[in-house]
């Protein structure tokens, strides 16, 4: 059973790993990212290693949010560029 568990949190982490890697649009990235952590909070639960795997599950969460508010940033500085004429 825990080797299942185990080749579970190896393929959401190369697939959340690739996802970043190769996927353009940025809050794709922010789910890949999600996807990624999903995995390694798994393995690190496997390994009974609880109070690390408590930090990573509470800090995640924490990591995508802000994410999303750079992402959101960025596009606006984008849009300002774009409007005031100073896009390269």
Excluded: H, Q, W
Excluded at 79 to 87: E, I, R, T
């Amino acid at each position: 059973m825990e080797f299942l568990v185990l080749l579970i949190s190896i393929a959401l982490m190369i697939i959340g790993a690739f996802g970043i890697i190769f996927l353009k649009k940025p809050l794709d990235k922010v789910i890949m990212f999600s996807i990624l952590d999903a995995g390694f909070v798994l393995s690190v639960v496997l390994f009974k290693y609880l109070d690390v795997a408590l930090f990573a599950a509470l800090i995640g969460p924490l990591s995508t949010v802000v994410f999303i508010l750079a992402i959101v940033k960025i596009n606006e500085i984008r849009k300002n560029k774009l409007v005031c004429g100073d896009a390269e």
